[in-house]
Each structure stands twice: as structure tokens, then as C-alpha cells.
């Protein structure tokens, strides 16, 4: 079994920067695709970033392109998220997940269905 932690939320002003991690335990993260997805008060769960299982590929909604980026550290079994230049939008839970199928394609790792690990969530909040 697979157990997913997140961490690094928090309240930010707009323009600032969070690093959510991703800490998998129970099995090494390694050639795992991941994944981060958020959901609002009263929305549905959204796709935010990929990694694919060989870390070749990323992929990332349009809203956060070119401000977010996914990495992995296998040494600490760890999927990073670099968030800069926060905007309001973009406050939410953030969820980590990871698939023990080993996708690459970019409508496998945009859907939620083929992960089978999810995390508990971390809070981001965007405000002044």
C-alpha cells in the first residue's frame, strides 16, 4: 500500500511563491507517474500538473503554465510543486497522487481515474 503526504500549503499574499511536496511511503515513488490536482469551495477537482513515470514528460493546465512546475526527487521518494506568481484563482486543497501504471501520455496523466494514490490534501490560500 501506498501512502501519499502533503505539505507546504499555506496563506500567501498575490505574487508569492508556495513548494507543495509529496512524500510517498510504502513503495518507492520511482517510475510512478504523478500528479497534482486541486478543487475550490464549490468546484469540481481539477488537473494542475504531471509528471510522467519516466520524468520525461510534464504536462500542465493552461491557467498555470509557465508558473508552476512539477519536479520528483527519487533520492527522498518526494514530487515537488513550485508555485510563483500566485493569483487569488489559484486558491484551493491541493491533492498529490501517483499511479502504479506507468503512463506517459498526456490524457492518462490528465485524468484523475488512473491514479490509484491519493493524498489527504493541503491547503493553498491566495489573498492580500
Known amino acids: 500500500q501506498v501512502q501519499l503526504a502533503e505539505s507546504g500549503g499555506g496563506l500567501v499574499q498575490p505574487g508569492g511563491s508556495l513548494r507543495l511536496s509529496c512524500r510517498a511511503s510504502g513503495r518507492t515513488f520511482s517510475g510512478a507517474a504523478a500528479g497534482w490536482f486541486r478543487q475550490a469551495p464549490g468546484e469540481e477537482r481539477e488537473f494542475v500538473a504531471a509528471?510522467?513515470?519516466?520524468?520525461?514528460?510534464?504536462y500542465y493546465t493552461d491557467s498555470v503554465k509557465g508558473r508552476f512546475t512539477i519536479s520528483r526527487d527519487n533520492a527522498k521518494n518526494t514530487v515537488f510543486l513550485q508555485m510563483d506568481s500566485l493569483k487569488p484563482e489559484d486558491t484551493a486543497v491541493y491533492y498529490c497522487a501517483a499511479s502504479s501504471r506507468r503512463y506517459s501520455l498526456e490524457y492518462n496523466l490528465k485524468s484523475g481515474s488512473r491514479y490509484d494514490y491519493w493524498g489527504q490534501g493541503t491547503q493553498v490560500t491566495v489573498s492580500s
Open positions: 509528471i510522467s513515470w519516466n520524468d520525461v514528460s510534464t
